[in-house]
């Protein structure tokens, strides 16, 4: 499966334009949004929600979602899921974990799946379809709760369309978590 | 896109919907108990779903008994206890299952190793016992040892024959030939011969009053009903023998009861001996006590034993003499608790520096000191609670680096610890950079050091001043600069009678400027002191200053900010008036001490009663009104925005602004606890005003009135929805006699946090989540989580309390969701099945005079009732119960016995209240007039909302409160408390107050307030029943009265009126005199209460 990953601001909207659409391929297209570095930074640093707002062309649906099991550890019932695209051109997704603050930093990978969306994109192509595909809110909180910062967690993978290269994938990752690692060093040395 | 297409389109796309699944039912059938293997005789019955951690009630059958009667058909006991949420024992007392006939001996080692078998096998520490006939004697026999009594909390006896029964009699003697066919021939129907049993009663009523053990008896009185084969035979017989007596088939209904002084009777049902046994006729009030006992559970602990166990029973840190949690806050997340440390041998040792006593260390035989006061583990400690994890993390500990002995070169050779506790905390936003920091306060070890030599004479070193700490993080700690000569580096130096000691009470406030301020006070050790104030609190030194009088002149106690201004409460010792409250803008200067703020008086002269309470204690906004409790004796207060007060819970009395009643219709001082010293913290909390007293009875644990005062021990926690009606959640410290005194409430978004004291085996901190149980049903499960997704992005008013935002950040999401699942009841947020039950919220009562005081309640229908259950906490006179020889433990090691204070033999003594103030009012505590209000007790059920109490207790207004109880034996929360007879009413001394101000304007202030105090001694004359004092009293007043008439004509029909009350109070003492009317009719009609507690009570002395 053709993959692409780009570091996401809370707020910035996805930069599909750096991709190249076949206008041919106006298949269903596997969006992914993923988590990346929340584990790295302590006890409580694991994700124990998220509520996400998606907002793409209206002309474009909604096939299904699919929830990532990193905050329910692949057991049925022991998270809280929504997703609702009730509203045109929005999708909601939230996740909150039921799984006990320890257990999850214990157990949660440090990068993962959050949540899996299949867009129809009828007569569109991809890039007329995603071309204001972006986040209206993120909202994501640690493994007790307090607030994470989406820009610094947020990786978003589009199938079907075609990647960037490989190589930056890596870089952008790296630079997130490097970037992530010497803030918290920081911190902690002011708080001696 | 219609509606219905973007539900379906939601509904499919959620990988995993909520589904409004169906509530788990309780009621499910109920499996059958089984025996451990090990003991083949003991049987437990299925934990139930919800409360996983329910009572625990052992099971004891009767003569010819066996476990298994508690569950084979047709008794339901068992399946309604289930249902009912207890976990289940039940014991044969033949070890080998086999039905019993033994003796009271031999089954009695039974019980008392089923007991410990069974709080083994549920890991409890106590359980209740329900006995059927014989064996309620055999359990009454175990539990008497005083070893087994401690793990007993209550023992339900039906139908037993306690006072032995003529039917044993008859079949040991002119019946043997009948009885022998009947199996009435046994070891244990012998033991029931009357003769046998007057023997066994001699031995084990006293012994039962001294266990405290409460006993509860229900009896049968219809042998026929349902007809049995045995009672259909032995009814007629033990009616013929008795004279007609109602009887059960085996007692006749008075020999199944007991004492009084230990015992509460439920009365007896229309049934036979054995159907008393069965759950539908006994279980829902068995239930319903239990619930009195234990209360619903909801304040779970969190840490115990001095922060030496957690919540979990695991080990942490901390010790046994972190006695005191002397100041909480909620700071980014988390719960900080400040320490102070062996609180009962630091205030002996300090006593006795001051005094130039040697009780050192006291004799508190629970009470670990060490054998020198140099050596007291003494160092604070603050720790810190993150509700999420349930991880306490202690975060700062004092140093041990004062020196308090010197070797000849002046070196340093034994130290003690810089701060001995840590009482106040607030959070202070900085001026100028705005951040947030935690400002705590200590105590210095002085009061118990400074005056030993190094510190003393010519050379003296300074002894070491009390200071502050302040934290940005939490986790790394400074002290705020005192530099010597600087106003903070001085401030050890004592330069006016009020000692200082340390810092107490905290509070910040932001001027029209913008300007935030830091207001502490600088106290002594017991709590009385002066406020200080800073605007950049962590500069220290002369960033710092004194912003009120002398300490000496307005001894300030407790700081709280309403309405934009500081109130401060007032009072010490010989402060005149009793208590007074000031308040101060924090911007107008004193004309008289440029640099101070100007205080004014709020409330003052009108605090006093009786005798002087010292001080108000706790303040707190509720409703718009600032609620202030009071030091012993305590009462309850508030201030309303225009500046006039309302008395809320305390003795009716004259004041400057009219004759005061209180609000609540609770009359008793301390909530009708003597012991009740202070009304200690309070707090708001999901709209609701709680209050936490201090309990000083526990003080009576090793004298002879600890049988009598058991039932108080420990503190009284009430909570009100409009703070007028109060309800009693618990009064007796959560079930620990040690437990004496809350002495912080904190209201947090992840529920409320109660600091409880314990000087003996160290603090205990609780929590209660209800708030976050948004569903109400009795537990937090993902329900509650749905509950707050589905108010994600709301947002909340400011100043406001929303349960839903439990990160407090005003803003309702996801975040808040996760902490939510976080404090789920079960793991994975499982559906809790509910358990709770409404409330009635609107009880009242009143008195009915016709045939003698009766009590009517009434109150609103509840949904899902399926009958209410009513309790009353009954009123002792103490002159009733305390026998006259009593020796009365003095605080210097003395006695002196009852008898001789009711002589007077300490009136001169006490005539000098300087130096034996507490003294005196610890012991005023028993004089005459004196009334106790004892535990609540069931005292019936009506399938319908009212009840009428047609033999209230005679010695005073007790309390009342309903409870609900629902098909599947859930006990609601009790309602709000009313204090009956005469909880309503206007009373003749209101009126004559209302009169006598009317008078002000011609007879002027001082005349007024003189007039005012002679019918607040009529009022306590009545209420003490001293009606010769009261008559004088009111001689007095007609006089005084009537000396107006030919100066001030003008008012000549105002004081006329007022006379004609006067007459009329006079005429009712008088047929009170005469005893023409009954006591509680006499002062219901002149007080409005049939013995208003009216003499001082006081403690102990103790910091507060």
């Known amino acids: 499966m053709r993959r692409c990953a780009i570091g996401l601001a809370a707020t910035a909207a996805l930069l599909l334009t750096t991709l190249s659409p076949s206008p041919a391929e106006a298949a269903p297209l596997l969006v992914v949004v993923s988590a990346s570095g929340p584990a790295i930074a302590g006890p409580t640093t694991a994700l124990g929600d998220f509520d996400l707002h998606m907002a793409f062309n209206a002309g474009v649906t909604v096939q299904s979602v699919t929830f990532g099991s990193e905050l329910n550890l692949g057991v049925i019932g022991n ?99 490097a970037s992530w690692i010497a803030r918290s060093r920081r911190r902690r040395e002011r708080d001696r | ?74 008794n339901d006991m068992y399946a309604m206890a289930y249902n009912a949420g207890y976990r289940t024992a039940f014991v044969s007392l033949s070890e080998n299952n086999t039905r019993n006939n033994e003796g009271i001996i031999a089954n009695s080692a039974v019980v008392s190793s089923a007991i410990r078998s069974v709080l083994g096998h549920y890991r409890s520490t106590h359980l209740f016992i329900v006995a059927h006939s014989k064996g309620a004697i055999d359990t009454q026999a175990a539990v008497l040892d005083p070893a087994t ?65 409460p006993f509860f008896t229900l009896s049968g009185r219809s042998f026929g009903t349902p007809p049995h084969p045995l009672t259909n035979t032995t009814g ?163 140093p041990v ?35 947030e920091r935690l400002y705590v306060g200590g105590i210095s070890a002085s009061s118990l050091f400074d005056q030993l030599p190094g510190y003393t004479g010519p050379g003296a070193k300074r002894f070491p001043a009390p200071r502050m700490l302040f934290t940005a993080n939490g986790t790394s700690w400074k002290a705020v600069p005192q530099k010597p000569g600087t106003f903070l580096g001085d401030i050890g130096i004592q330069t006016e009678r009020v000692n200082k000691r340390g810092f107490r009470s905290f509070v910040t406030m ?118 202030i409790g009071t030091d012993r004796p305590s009462e309850l207060i508030r201030i309303n925005p225009d500046g006039s007060w309302d008395l809320v819970v305390g003795p009716p009395r004259m004041t400057a602004s009219g004759f005061k009643w209180p609000l609540s219709g609770v009359l008793g001082k301390g909530f009708n606890s003597l012991f009740n010293g202070h009304f200690y913290s309070m707090a708001v909390h999901n709209g609701e005003l709680y209050l936490g007293t201090w309990d000083w009875s526990q003080a009576m644990m090793y004298s002879p009135l600890d049988a009598l005062f058991k039932s108080s021990y420990g503190f009284d926690l009430f909570k009100s929805r409009d703070g007028e009606h109060f309800s009693v959640i618990d009064r007796n410290g959560f079930g620990d006699p040690y437990n004496a005194s809350v002495r912080n409430l904190l209201s947090t978004p992840m529920g409320l946090f109660v600091g409880i004291t314990n000087a003996q085996f160290g603090l205990e901190v609780r929590r209660n989540v209800t708030s976050l149980d948004l569903d109400r049903n009795g537990g937090i499960d993902q329900r509650d989580v749905a509950l707050v997704v589905a108010a994600t992005n709301v947002v909340v008013v400011p100043g406001t309390f929303d349960a839903r935002d439990l990160d407090g950040d005003g803003l309702i999401t996801a975040n808040d969701a996760r902490k939510m699942a976080t404090q789920c009841s079960r793991p994975n947020c499982a559906l809790v099945p509910t358990t709770r039950v409404p409330s009635v919220t609107n009880l009242s009562a009143t008195t009915e005079t016709v045939g003698g005081p009766r009590v009517r ?83 019936g059920s009506s ?125 009712i003492v008088r047929l009170g005199v005469e005893d023409r009317l009954p006591r509680a009719a006499v002062t219901a009609a002149i007080v409005g209460t049939t013995g208003v507690d009216t003499t001082a009570v006081a403690g102990p002395q103790a910091p507060q």
């Open chain 1, 79 to 177: 998270s809280f899921q929504l997703a609702d695209a009730g509203t045109p051109g929005v999708l909601r997704a939230l996740e909150i974990s039921f799984v006990s603050p320890a257990t999850l930093v214990a157990l949660q990978a440090d990068t993962f799946t959050l949540i899996s969306v299949l867009f129809e994109t009828g007569a569109l192509t991809p890039a007329a379809a995603f071309a204001s595909l972006q986040l209206q809110q993120a909202v994501l909180g640690d493994a007790i709760g307090n607030p994470l910062e989406a820009r610094r967690l947020l990786t978003v993978s589009a199938d079907g369309l075609t990647p960037v290269p490989e190589p930056a994938t890596a870089l952008l990752l790296g630079t997130a978590i």
């Open chain 2, 1 to 74: 896109m219609t509606t219905r297409r973007r539900l379906a389109a939601a509904l499919l796309l959620s990988g995993l919907v909520w589904l409004a699944g169906p509530e788990l039912a309780l009621a499910q059938a109920t499996p059958e108990p089984a025996p451990v293997p090990a003991r083949q005789h003991i049987f437990y019955g299925q934990t139930p779903p919800a409360p996983v951690d329910g009572p625990v009630i052992l099971f004891v059958h009767g003569i010819n008994g066996v476990a298994s009667d508690w569950w084979q058909a047709p």
């Open chain 2, 149 to 213: 009594a401690l793990l007993v909390r209550g023992v339900f006896s039906l139908g037993a024959p306690h006072q032995g029964t003529e039917l044993a009699d008859w079949a040991f003697g002119p019946g043997q030939a009948q009885a022998a066919p009947l199996g009435l021939l046994s070891p244990a129907v012998n033991a029931l011969r009357t003769a046998n049993m007057k023997v066994f009663r001699e031995l084990a009523d006293q012994v039962s009053f001294a266990r405290g053990v």
């Open chain 2, 236 to 398: 007629p017989v033990l009616s013929a023998l008795t004279g007609g007596q109602p009887n059960d088939g085996v007692a006749i209904v008075p020999r199944t009861k007991l004492p009084t002084s230990y015992a509460t009777d439920f009365g007896a049902v229309p049934v036979n001996h054995f159907a008393l046994a069965a759950g539908s006729v006994s279980f829902p009030l068995i239930n319903a006590q239990i619930r009195a006992i234990t209360g619903n559970g909801d304040f779970v602990r969190i840490a115990t034993k001095g922060l030496a166990v957690d919540g979990r029973g695991n080990p942490m840190s901390g010790d046994r003499q972190n006695s005191f949690p002397w100041s909480m806050v909620w700071w980014k997340g988390k719960v900080y608790v400040g320490t102070g440390r062996a609180f009962a041998c630091m205030t002996v040792a300090t006593n006795d520096v001051a005094l130039g006593q040697n009780n050192y260390p006291g004799t508190d035989p629970d009470v670990e000191c060490t054998p020198d006061p140099k050596d007291l583990p003494l160092a604070a400690e603050i720790w810190r609670f993150t509700p999420e994890t349930y991880i306490w993390e202690r975060v700062y500990q004092s």
């Open chain 2, 401 to 435: 680096d004062v020196p308090i002995e010197f070797d000849s070169l002046g070196v340093p050779t034994r130290f003690t610890a810089r701060d001995i506790a840590f009482r106040g905390m607030a959070v202070f936003k900085e001026n100028g950079t705005g951040v």
């Open chain 2, 510 to 627: 932001r001027d029209d400027n913008g300007v935030n301020r830091l207001f502490v006070t600088l106290s002594d050790l017991r709590g009385v002191g002066r406020m200080l104030v800073s605007s950049d609190p962590s500069k220290g030194n002369n960033a710092w200053r004194q912003a009120s009088p002398s300490a000496d002149d307005l001894p300030i106690f407790t700081l709280a900010v309403y309405r934009n201004e500081i109130y401060a409460t007032v009072g010490d010792q010989n402060y005149p008036g009793g208590y007074a409250i000031f308040k101060t803008d924090a911007r107008t200067p004193d004309p008289f001490a440029p640099g101070r703020y100007l205080f004014t008086p709020v409330i003052e002269g009108d605090g006093m009663q009786f005798l002087r309470p010292r001080g108000a204690i706790s303040m707190q906004e509720f409703l718009g009104r600032l609620y």
């Open chain 2, 857 to 939: 309640l009434a109150w609103s229908p509840v949904v899902g009732a399926a009958r209410y259950e009513i309790y009353r906490a009954d009123t002792l006179s103490l002159d009733a119960v305390i026998p006259p020889s009593t020796p009365i433990p003095l605080p210097d090691g003395t006695t002196v016995t009852f008898q001789q204070i009711k002589d007077g033999v300490l009136t001169a003594l006490c005539q000098d209240t300087t130096s034996l103030g507490d003294l005196c009012a610890y012991l005023d505590a028993f004089l005459s007039g004196t009334t106790l209000s004892k535990s609540f007790h069931w005292l």
């Open chain 2, 943 to 1067: 399938p319908t909302p009212g009840f009428l109490d047609v033999a209230p207790p005679p010695a005073g207004p007790s309390l009342y409160h309903v409870a609900v109880q629902d098909a599947f034996g859930r006990i609601s929360e009790p309602s709000n408390a009313v204090s009956a007879p005469s909880d309503a009413g206007s009373p003749a001394l209101g009126a004559l107050g209302d009169r006598i101000l009317d008078l002000r304007a011609s007879v002027g202030a001082a005349e007024t307030a003189a007039l005012g105090r002679r019918v607040t001694q009529i009022a306590e004359a009545v209420a003490a029943w001293r009606l010769h004092e009261a008559e004088a009293a009111i001689t007095g007043l007609d006089q005084a009265l009537s000396a107006h008439v030919s100066t001030a004509a003008r008012d000549t029909a105002r004081i006329a009126d007022a006379r004609t009350v006067v007459a009329a109070v006079r005429h």
